[in-house]
């Protein structure tokens, strides 16, 4: 998972991801409204644990390498949870799910073989990744940050953009009931075509302004 600004973490050291995201990632989630999920890269199991409040009757399982970061809290929330690397599932055998995510764990895996990951899904693929691009190195080395994807990276998968200030999320082979229910229905073509011009737009603006924060980080001494 991702942490803020590479510097905030749980009380037990593991870092987390944006909290401003929450809202658009359950309510993807809920438009969806999914019977089985797939979590790959668990972290605090925060949006299994949401899942299960806002959906009813869903079986969530959870993917996680790191086997420290399965504690009992986790546990207590996924149905069952596969302690392996998400790079060596294979989702042929697990293809029995409605949804499958991946927030803040894109960024873990080098461009290749996260694209194998992506290729090898078929059904609906909801992604969050940071939108700044840095390398972070932590204790636990499925943590480090080796590549950096931004919404276009995701366009041979048909999908559809959420992205804000802080990240870019995608839904990946988005149902088409999708498109006229729920909570994020597009009214029509001209309309979807609008909105990603604007997100596009924002991406490209939020870039340049990443790269000037970083350009006064080397600029501008720390202070001690």
Avoid at 4 to 16: A, D, G, Q
Avoid at 108 to 136: N, Q
Avoid at 185 to 212: A, C, F, G, P, Y
């Amino acid at each position: 998972m991702h942490s803020l600004n590479c510097s905030i973490t749980n009380s037990k050291n593991m870092p987390t991801s944006y909290v401003e995201n929450i809202p658009t990632i359950v309510k993807i989630i809920q438009s969806i409204s999914p019977k089985r999920i797939l979590d790959l890269g668990i972290g605090n199991g925060k949006y299994a644990f949401l899942a299960k409040e806002y959906l009813e009757n869903v079986i969530i399982d959870g993917v996680e390498a790191w086997q420290p970061y399965i504690r009992e809290t986790q546990k207590s929330i996924y149905n069952t949870i596969i302690n392996k690397d998400i790079s060596s599932i294979d989702f042929g055998v697990h293809a029995d799910y409605d949804l499958y995510l991946m927030i803040d764990v894109i960024e873990h895996f080098d461009k290749e073989v996260g694209y194998k990951i992506l290729r090898s899904v078929k059904k609906p693929f909801l992604i969050s990744t940071p939108l700044e691009d840095y390398r972070a190195e932590y204790e636990n080395p499925y943590e480090n940050h080796k590549s950096h994807w931004v919404f276009s990276d995701f366009a041979e998968f048909n999908a559809v953009n959420y992205s804000n200030y802080l990240s870019t999320i995608a839904l990946l082979n988005p149902p088409k009931s999708f498109f006229s229910t729920g909570s994020f229905s597009k009214e029509s073509d001209m309309e979807l075509r609008i909105v990603k011009l604007q997100t596009d737009l924002n991406e490209i603006h939020m870039s340049k302004l990443w790269k000037i924060r970083s350009l006064f980080r080397k600029l501008i001494p720390s202070r001690k």
